[in-house]
C-alpha cells in the first residue's frame, strides 16, 4: 500500500477498521443509519460516529440551523446570541440540580475541565476513577484503560499525574479508598456505563454507596456522560442508575456529528467559575455553528415520544441478535441499554472488571464482525462489539441486519 500522509488514514485510532479481503474501507458519505463507501456500497451503521448521531447522520433539522450559522458568520470570536439558548436548552438534562452549563469542544475537553472545577471547588487534587473507564485521552486521564505499571504507588494502590483508580461494583475498594485517600479526593470520575469495558453497568446500590462516600467525605462526582448522553432520554442516565453526581460532562450526541462538548453543574459547584477562581477558555467554545447544532438537536428531542421507536428498535434488535446466535446453538447476551450496547458470547453478563476481561472473545467478536461487513453491516473496530443505534433506524436496516447476523451466527457456528 502506498504511505499515507495522514498516519492509518485516519487521526484517532479507535476508527482505523482493518482491511477487509483486501480493501481499505473509506466513508464518501453518510446520511440518517447509512454510509456509502467510496465504491459506492451501502453499509447499515452501527458505530454511528461513535454515538455521535443519536438522530442519525446528517439530520435535516440540524444541517439546516448550522447552514444558515455558517451563513450569518461561524467565528464572531465575542458572545453570541445562540450559546445562551443552546446552553438553557442543554440544562435541561441536569433536572431541577445540574442547572448551569459551559461547553468546550471535546468530552477529553468537558472531562477535564470538570476536573479542574472539582479541583478548585474542593481545594484537593486526586480524582479517582473506575479501571476500564475512558474518559478521553489526555495523559493523566488515558490512565485506568490503560494500566501503567509505572505508576506510583499510595498506600498500595496506583496514583498518576494526580489520577487513582478504583474497581467498579467493589465496595470493599471503594471504601479502602476513601479511608486512605479520602482528604486528598477532590472528585470521583465515573461513567453510568463503562463503554468501552463492554458497556457493563454498575450496580444500583454500589452507585448509591459511592455517592454516599463521596457526600460524606466532601468529594465531588463527576459523571462523565459523553458517550450515554442523551441515550436514555432528556435526563442523566446517571442520576437514573443511582448516582447523584454534582458535575456531568456531556459531548458527541448533543451536537449530532458537529464537534461540541459541554459540562453541567450545580450552582454549588459552578460557584468557582462564576466567581473567577477557575476560568474557562477556549477559541471555538460555544461559537454559533455548534450552539447551533445543540440547540437543533435538543429540538427535535424535545418531543420525549421521540425516544419510544429508538427504544422499540433496539430491544428488538438485541432481542433478533441473540435468537440468531441462539439458533445455532451459540449463547449470547448484551449488556448496555437498548440504543447502546456491547455483545458477549457467554449466557451470564459481567459484572466487573475482570470478569469482562475474562468473558471477552476478540475472535469471535471479529469474525462476526467481518461477516457482518461482507453483508452490508457496519459496526465499530472494538473487541466488546459496541452497536449504536439511532432515531433513524428503520425496518428497511432491522431485515439487511438481521439476514446478517444469521450469517455471522452461522459462520461462528463452522
Ligand atoms: N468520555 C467518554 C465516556 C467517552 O466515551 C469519550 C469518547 O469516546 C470521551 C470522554 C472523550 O470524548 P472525545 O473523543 O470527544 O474527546
Redo the contacts with the bound molecule.
Keep these: 500500500m502506498a504511505a499515507l500522509t495522514v498516519p492509518f488514514g485516519v487521526s484517532?485510532r479507535?476508527r482505523a477498521l482493518p482491511e477487509l479481503d483486501g480493501k481499505r474501507f473509506t466513508v464518501a458519505s453518510s446520511k440518517g443509519a447509512r454510509l456509502i463507501d467510496t465504491e459506492g456500497r451501502s453499509y447499515v451503521d452501527y458505530g454511528m460516529a461513535?454515538?455521535a448521531t443519536l438522530l442519525g447522520h446528517a439530520h435535516p433539522a440540524v444541517v439546516e440551523a448550522c447552514t444558515r450559522a455558517l451563513a450569518n458568520g461561524p467565528m464572531p470570536g465575542f458572545p453570541n446570541d445562540i450559546e445562551e439558548p443552546a446552553g438553557t436548552a442543554l440544562a435541561r438534562i441536569g433536572g431541577a440540580r445540574l442547572t448551569r452549563a459551559t461547553f468546550a469542544t471535546?468530552?477529553?475537553?468537558?472531562?477535564h475541565l470538570a476536573c479542574r472545577i472539582a479541583r478548585g471547588a474542593t481545594g484537593r487534587r486526586l480524582i479517582a476513577k473506575p479501571v476500564g473507564?475512558?474518559?478521553?485521552?489526555f495523559d493523566p486521564l488515558r490512565f485506568g484503560l490503560v494500566e501503567s505499571p509505572e505508576a506510583e504507588r499510595t498506600n498500595n494502590r496506583p496514583v498518576k499525574e494526580d489520577t487513582t483508580l478504583f474497581r467498579v461494583n467493589e465496595i470493599d475498594d471503594v471504601d479502602q479508598l476513601f479511608d486512605e485517600l479520602g482528604s486528598d479526593l477532590a472528585a470521583i470520575l465515573v461513567?453510568p456505563m463503562l463503554?468501552?469495558t463492554g458497556c457493563l453497568v454498575p450496580d444500583r446500590s454500589f452507585f448509591e454507596h459511592l455517592t454516599k462516600r463521596a457526600q460524606e467525605n466532601g468529594t465531588l462526582i463527576i459523571a462523565?456522560?459523553?458517550?450515554?448522553g442523551l441515550r436514555r432520554g432528556v435526563k442523566l442516565v446517571s442520576e437514573d442508575l443511582g448516582l447523584t453526581p454534582d458535575l456531568a460532562?456531556f459531548?458527541?450526541a448533543i451536537g449530532s456529528g458537529v464537534?461540541v462538548?459541554a459540562v453541567l453543574g450545580t450552582p454549588k459547584a459552578f460557584e468557582v467559575v462564576d466567581n473567577g477562581q477557575v476560568s474557562t477558555y477556549g477559541t471555538y467554545h460555544g461559537n454559533p455553528l455548534v450552539a447551533s447544532a445543540v440547540l437543533a438537536t435538543m429540538k427535535v428531542l424535545e418531543d420525549e415520544s421521540a425516544y419510544s421507536p429508538l427504544f422499540d428498535w433496539g430491544a428488538k434488535l438485541r432481542a433478533e441478535i441473540t435468537a440468531a446466535f441462539a439458533s445455532e446453538g451459540i449463547a449470547a447476551t448484551t449488556t448496555g441499554f437498548d440504543s447502546v450496547f456491547s455483545l458477549w458470547f457467554t449466557n451470564q453478563r459481567p459484572r466487573t472488571y475482570d470478569e469482562a476481561q475474562a468473558k471477552v472473545n476478540p475472535e469471535a467478536m471479529k469474525l462476526v464482525s467481518d461477516t457482518l461487513r461482507r453483508n452490508g453491516v457496519i459496526g465499530l473496530p472494538t473487541v466488546w462489539g459496541r452497536f449504536f443505534v439511532s432515531l433513524s433506524h428503520g425496518d428497511a436496516e432491522m431485515d439487511i441486519t438481521i439476514r446478517a447476523f444469521r450469517e455471522a451466527a452461522h459462520e461462528l457456528a463452522r
Design positions: 484517532s479507535a461513535m454515538g471535546t468530552g477529553t475537553e468537558a472531562v473507564g475512558y474518559d478521553g485521552w461513567e463503554g468501552n462523565d456522560e459523553v458517550m450515554v460532562t459531548g458527541k464537534p462538548a
